[in-house]
C-alpha cells in the first residue's frame, strides 16, 4: 500500500487549466483516468488525509504510485480524451458498462452495389446503416419478412448471390417476389438501391409517405378495374401496418430520442437505454457495472453517454437525449454530443407529458435489470470468494489468490509437444492474458522437463518486465528513467500471480518450484492438480492435499486446469493438423499450387503418384522432364519410414488423401 503523499506533484507543479489525468500502480499500469475542468483544484482533492476521502477513492490513491496529466483547451477535447484512455487502457477504478449481451441489429449495407438486408451483431462498419439493436433477433426476422413484400430486398449472402448469377436463376425468394432478384437483372442496380434506400427510410421511421402512396395506388388500380393489382397492394398495406404494429407509438410528432434510466445502489448501478425512432421503440439495451469509484447519478450518466455515443457519428446519435439526471459540465457534454451528430443535439430531464411517463418505464426496467443481476450474481459471487478462501487455507497462503495462472503440456505421441496458460482474477477467466508455448529446449516426449522449460520461460519475462520498469535494481533514492515506449497498456507476462497451479502431481510441482528457484523468485505459490483422484500437491510434500468433492475450492481448481487442458490441446491439434496438411510437393521449386492439383486429380493421391516413373508423370499437361526428375526426388526424400497409425482406433492410415 502506497502513501499518496510519496508521488503527490509539487506545489505550482500541476496547471490550472482542463486536462485528463492518469493513476498508476507500481507496475506502470493505469488505474484510472478522470477529467477536470481545472486540473489543479481536481488532482488536490486526491491527496487530502486518507481518512476524509471517500473508502473507494482511499483505495485507489493507495494502490497509485504515481499520477500524470495532459492539457487540453476545451473540456468538450477532455472528455474525448477520457473517453479514448478508458476504452484504450481499461482501468479497473473506472466505471465501465459492460453490454449484458451482444444485441442484434437491423443492417442494410448501403455500402455494397447490391445493398443487402441482414441481421448483425458485433463492430458497426462505415456505410452500412443500422436499426436497433434488438431484444431478439426472430423481432427483426418477422419484420423484415413483412416488409419485403413491399420493399423486395437483397437477403442472401454473397455466396448464393454469385452462385444464382452464374446459374441464371434467382433463389427461392426471387420466386415468391420477396426478392426483386438484381442477381439474374430483373431490375438494375439503380433501381436496387432505391427499393434499399426506401426500406432504410421505412425503417427509420417515415411511413407515412409510403402508406400514402401504396393507398393511391390502390385506388387508382381499383378505379381502372386492375383488381388483382389492387389487391397485391392492399396485402402490402397490411404487411406495412402489421409490421409497425410490432412497436407501439409511445411519442408523438414523430420524436427521434434516447431515453436514459438508472438504477443504483451503494455498490452497483443498472442503465436501460429505449430507442425511440419515429415515436416508436425501435430498440433497447441495458448494462450493469461495478461502482469501483465514488461517483454519483450524474456522473454515471456522463459514462453511459460515453459508451453509447463514444464511437457513433451521423444520426445514430438522435436529436435528443433524455436522462435522470444531467452531467456535471452539461455544456461540455451536449457539445460533444453534437459534434458526433453534425448538428444539434438536446439533453435534458423530461419534466412533465409522455416523455416523463416513458422515462418512468425505463426506470422499472432498469431497477428490475439491477434486481434480476444481483439475484443472479450473489450466489456466484459468494461462491467464488469461498472458493478462494478455501484454496488459501488449505494451502497454507497469507491471502486468496486473486490471480492464478495455470500450466499444461499436450502433444501426441511426443511430437508437437505444445504448453499453454491460462489465467483466472477474481475466480474468472481472463482470456485476453491467455498465452500458447511451442517447446524449443529440446526435443521428444518429457512432460517434466516441458513444465520447467515453460514456467523458466513464462516468469524471466516477467524479471525482464520488472528489471525494464526499475521496480527493482535501483539503489539509494535513484528513480528509473521514464520509458519513452511506456504507454500503460498491459504487457505480456508483466503481472505475478499468487498462485502457480500445473497440470499434474509431484514431478510436474518439483520442476515448477526448481524453475522458479533458479530465477530467485520465492513469494509465489506453487500446487499441482493430479487427474486421477484430483489430488492437490505441494513442493516438497511426501503426501497429497485432499479437498473434500463438494469444496468449492476444489472445483475452482479443477476449472482451472481444465481451461489449461483444453487450451493446450486446442493448439495442439492445430499444430499438428498444419503439419499433416503440408505436402512434399512443397518442396518441388517452381512447382505451383495448380500443377500440383493436376498431378493429385491424375494420379488420385500422393501414394500414387510417388509410384510413378518420370515418364507416367511428363504425360500429365504442364509437366516438362525436369519438373518430373524434381517430383520423383522430392516424394523420395519425403517417402515414409513406416505407416502412420490411428492411434484412436488402431487402423494403418494409408495415404490416400486429395491434398496437395
Known sequence: MADPSSYRPKPGQIPDSPGVYKFRDEHRRVIYVGKAKSLRQRLANYFQPLTSLHPRTATMVTTAA???????????????????????????????????????????????????????????????????????????????????????????????????????????????????????????????????EEFSDFMAGRTGTYLRRLEKQMTIAAEDMEYEKAARLRDDIGALRRAMEKSAVVLGDATDADLIALAEDELEAAVQIFHVRGGRVRGQRGWVT???????????????????????????????????????????????????????VSLRIPQRGDKKDLMETVARNAQQALVLHKTKRASDLTTRSRALEEIAEALDLDSAPLRIECFDISHLQGEDVVASMVVFEDGLPRKSEYRRFQIKGFEGQDDVRSMHEVIGRRFKRYLAEKDRTGEWGATDGEVPAEDPQDDGRPKRFAYPPQLVVVDGGQPQVAAARRALDELGIDDIAVCGLAKRLEEVWLPGEDDPVVLPRSSEGLYLLQRVRDTAHDFAIRYQRSKRTKRIRTSPLDAVAGLGETRKQALIKHFGSVKRLRQATIEQICEVPGMGRKTAEAVVVALAAAAPAAPAVNTATGEIMEDGGGTA
Open 66 to 196: 504515481s499520477v500524470e496529466w495532459t492539457v487540453v483547451s476545451t473540456e468538450v477535447e477532455a472528455l474525448q480524451l477520457e473517453y479514448t484512455w478508458i476504452k484504450e487502457f481499461d482501468p479497473r477504478f473506472n466505471v465501465k458498462y459492460r453490454d449484458d449481451k451482444s444485441y442484434p441489429y437491423l443492417a442494410v449495407t448501403l455500402d455494397e452495389e447490391f445493398p443487402r438486408v441482414q441481421v448483425t451483431r458485433g463492430h458497426k462498419k462505415k456505410g452500412v446503416r443500422y436499426f436497433g439493436p434488438y431484444a431478439h433477433a426472430w423481432a427483426i426476422r418477422e419484420t423484415v419478412d413483412l416488409m419485403l413484400r413491399v420493399f423486395p430486398v437483397r437477403t442472401c449472402s454473397a455466396g448464393v448471390f454469385r452462385n444464382a448469377a452464374s446459374a441464371g436463376r434467382p433463389c427461392l425468394l426471387g420466386y415468391i417476389g420477396k426478392c426483386s432478384a438484381p442477381c439474374v437483372g430483373r431490375v438494375s442496380p439503380e433501381e436496387h438501391r432505391e427499393l434499399a
Open 290 to 344: 461495478d461502482k469501483v469509484e465514488a461517483v454519483d447519478t450524474a456522473g454515471l450518466v456522463e459514462h453511459a453517454l460515453q459508451q453509447l455515443y463514444g464511437e457513433e457519428t451521423g444520426e445514430t446519435v438522435p436529436k435528443e437525449v433524455l436522462v435522470p439526471a444531467l452531467p456535471e459540465d452539461t455544456g461540455a457534454v451536449t457539445a460533444w454530443l453534437s459534434g458526433r451528430r453534425g448538428s444539434n
